[in-house]
């Protein structure tokens, strides 16, 4: 069964401009998360999408925006890029939404805003 | 909202040693705490997980612990190899929640020869 897949792998943006990274999940799997992970900062959940629905959103502003198809498949969008939003961005999926079955992570996207 | 707070941020270890890795969490509605190890330059791969259910759990030389009162819940790893060297993240989640995982801000396990 294919692992959980994100791309761009890399990507090389500048300040002011925007960004979307897609994530396709296991097949079968609903459930998707997107996380952004900083030195230091460990993962920070930023928002998960269930049946083409958001579900949960982290504590990040407006700027990051999702969203989910009819196949699962998610992408995540960041406008007005600032330099600290350079980071690796990790998605998971997981089969259902509540029941904390286990997250398969991505690859991730690693993002770099110059 | 949670916060989880993960000691120690390094650790380094002879081969043959156990680590100890510790977390605590602060919502306790929180019921789900895995743990993932991401090696570098790979993605985070779940290791054990347990929930508020249980006390402990074991698989083979990864277990958890997990004290509902005080909040806490930890990683041992026995017997420590070269290839345990990783980081390692604890997590929460609330069961009914939707899939939102809380994370420390991880462990770096070293394992030396």
């Known amino acids: 069964k294919a692992g959980v897949t994100q791309t761009p792998r890399y990507l090389i943006k500048t300040r002011g401009q925007q960004v979307t990274l897609s994530c396709s999940p296991i097949s079968g799997h609903r459930s998707v998360s997107w996380y952004q992970q900083t030195p230091g900062q460990g993962l920070q959940f930023l928002f998960e999408?269930?049946?083409?629905?958001?579900?949960n959103k982290g504590n990040f502003p407006g700027r990051f925006s999702g969203r989910q198809f009819s196949n699962s498949r998610s992408e995540m969008n960041v406008s007005t890029l600032e330099l600290g939003d350079s980071a690796l961005y990790l998605c998971?999926?997981?089969?259902?939404?509540?029941?904390?079955?286990?997250?398969?992570f991505g690859q991730g996207t690693r993002l770099t805003v110059v | 909202g949670e916060n989880v707070e993960q000691h120690p941020s390094t650790l380094s270890v002879q081969e043959g040693d156990s680590a100890v890795i510790k977390c605590t969490y602060s919502?306790?509605?929180?019921?789900?705490f895995p743990w993932y190890k991401q090696e570098l330059g790979k993605r985070p791969q779940l290791i054990i997980d347990i929930r508020s259910n249980v006390g402990e759990k074991k698989d083979q030389r990864i277990a958890v612990t997990l004290n509902k009162t005080a909040k806490h819940f930890s990683l041992h790893i026995t017997e420590t190899q070269p290839e345990d060297s990783a980081v390692y993240f604890c997590?929460?989640?609330?069961?009914?929640?939707?899939?939102?995982?809380?994370f420390g801000t991880g462990t770096q396990l070293k394992v030396e020869l």
């Open positions: 919502d306790s509605a929180s019921n789900y």
């Open positions: 999408y269930f049946s083409e629905t958001q579900r």
């Open positions: 998971a999926s997981s089969l259902s939404s509540g029941a904390n079955t286990e997250a398969f």
């Open positions: 997590a929460a989640g609330v069961t009914g929640g939707g899939n939102k995982l809380t």
